[in-house]
């Protein structure tokens, strides 16, 4: 904890956190102060006025608390007739020329702009002159709608442009109450991380066309996750929904705070990613093409198993720990050669030293922390000699071409257990489907050697099992997450001091002798 | 205030020219950062074509190496920035309370009745055109005309009709 600090909110004594803002500190202890434009990963900007406390002190009648840092026996007024009065006539100008189109607007239900109206004053409009006509739907690029009539100018999307992708596309054009965002004519959004910008803006004037219509806010599910698009691991909600006589469905990913892994953001690609969890999955067990019930299918698979000579048992990066270890028991056991080669989940250089990672795998530090074999050499021998290939969800698709892979695998049956249909499921023997990573619990290991945890979020009508469970009906000894946890723990000394769901949430950072604590 | 964010688009490519280019070499040394440079070099443009142009607004922010979306801002935050063509000769007449007392409202209805134009507009010939602003900083000497950038003060009707006769 860091150093704290006393002071008073409306007469009574607090004990805040020292070295931030008044509307940090105080937030932190769950009084709030309003405000618009303040956001913590982008500075106090001070314009939207709606954040003017008191501070008894002699200084002027009304600070802003974004601007204040909190200081020890600070007297802070929040519940005063004249600052009310001040919230009060804030909302009452910024909703002049707002079109409180809320029933069709998609940001309704987390709108700061609602919430205020509801918990500071509701003013009654007193305007008898026409509102300002603006743009209602300007495309402004990387997926992002704007609707110049609801912005409140509080420039949180520009100075996000500015300062964090410093791409700068955005700006404020015009004064006044003619005041708007806009892109320059002929330069629109451009950057990787567009998509926060409707997060970031308080109220619905940037939406997502990818999200725009498609859902109520209130009706969504949330669930938090880890996303596996890359090796970073950005911390993430799960936005989900079951519609009635449907199946559950993800609706969008949004960035969710961990200040010692992605802070407020998440990259566009992973915030988009969630599609893949809805869509191209594999469904039905297969075996030869024909769909077949699992345990049918589980049934072939142990005859092959048992037919084959040599096993070759590969795993793929975004598995998670527990379904590692649970593999990589199966393998042992079944006397095969385990390999994690996955050279093509690598793009080099599409990394940006902020979020984005070259490597577009989840865990691969996992698998390096479990001793695992991922050269291309080893995994190509290993396969030229085997008779049986079980192929735990890594895309071989991304690593060869088609015809390479059908000349890797030509003497080698293929036991695909897959998430999602795809060319190498096609190819395969037998196809057993999955669950995403959506769909169970586990644990993944970051760049920066940072353990998170990661609970069930979805639950699908038909739930498939996941890699765990399915390497436990294969013959992996490790029958539950509980069993493969404590395998997990031969390998990870510190997870001795914790049970599987009780990770801290901002995940634990693995120092170099744990992370290189490999048995040989 | 009205809206200024529609910008007119020439169709080509803008440059300063030789005089102007060095003008913004002179200046850019004068200031800490470049940025700085936006206001200037918007004036340079609009010396040099009578208004400023989309193409010339992004020629402006490469040249200075900040983000067009914020050249963007300034030109449309300040209305002394014409962002359409104007007449030949511009004439900017003061409408705040010292020269609007001495008169402004005889020589925006003499410009209105003897050339034809009401503020904001251009003469069909492109000889004028005409526009009210705020307080020109002259009050001692009002009502005040800027024509092209120039002062006439202690305007009246007769010295504007003389004036004008000079212009072309």
Known sequence: MADTIKLFVNGVEVEVEAGKNLIDAIGAVGIEIPHLCYHPALGADGNCRMCLVGIEDGRPPLVPACKTPAQAGMKVLLDAAHIKKIQRDVMELELINHPTDCPICDQAGECKLQDYYMSYGRPESRMTVPQVQKSKKLDFGCGVVHDQERCVTCGRCVRFCRQITKTGELGIINRTDDARVNIFPGRPLNNRYALNVVDLCPVGAMTSKDFRFKQRVWFLKKAPGICHGCAKGCNITIEHNREKYQDDIIYRFRPRLNPQVNGYFMCDAGRLSYRQENEGRLLEARLSSQIRPLSDVLAACNQEIERAGKIVVLLSPNCSLEQMVAVKTLSAKLGASLSGFSDGYVKAGDGDGYLIQDDKSANRAGLTLLGIDCTQETFEEAVREAQLLINFNNDLTRSYTDSELKKLLKDTKVIAVATHNDRLTAMADIAIPVATSSEYAGCLINCDNILQAFALAVSKNQQPLDIGAIAAKLGSPLQSRAEQFAELRKYISILKDFEADTLPAEGLKLNDSEAANVTA | ?168
């Not at chain 2, 005089?19 to 010396?47: C, G, H, N």
């Not at chain 2, 208004?51 to 983000?67: H, K, L, N, P």
């Not at chain 2, 020589?107 to 004028?128: A, C, M, V, W």
Request: proline share 4%; with cysteine; net charge negative.
């Open chain 2, 1 to 168: 205030m009205s809206d200024r964010s529609q910008l007119i688009s020439t169709g080509k490519p803008f440059q300063y020219d030789r005089e102007r280019d060095a003008e913004f070499e002179r200046l850019v040394k004068r200031y800490p950062t470049r940025e700085s440079m936006i206001l200037p070099s918007l004036w340079l443009i609009q010396e040099q074509e009578g208004w400023i142009s989309q193409e010339a607004i992004a020629y402006v922010a490469d040249r200075i190496g900040t983000f067009a979306s914020m050249v963007y801002e300034a030109v449309t935050f300040y209305t002394m920035y014409q962002l359409h063509p104007m007449g030949r000769n511009h004439l900017c007449v003061c409408r705040t309370l010292s020269c609007w007392l001495r008169g402004k409202q005889e020589i925006i209805d003499y410009l209105k009745n003897e050339i034809g134009i009401t503020p904001g507009q251009i003469s069909e010939d492109g000889r004028f055109s005409l526009e009210e602003v705020e307080c020109l900083g002259h009050c001692g000497t009002a009502p005040v005309v800027q024509v092209n950038g120039e002062f006439h003060e202690d305007m009246n009707v007769d010295k504007l009709k003389a004036l004008l006769a000079t212009l072309k």
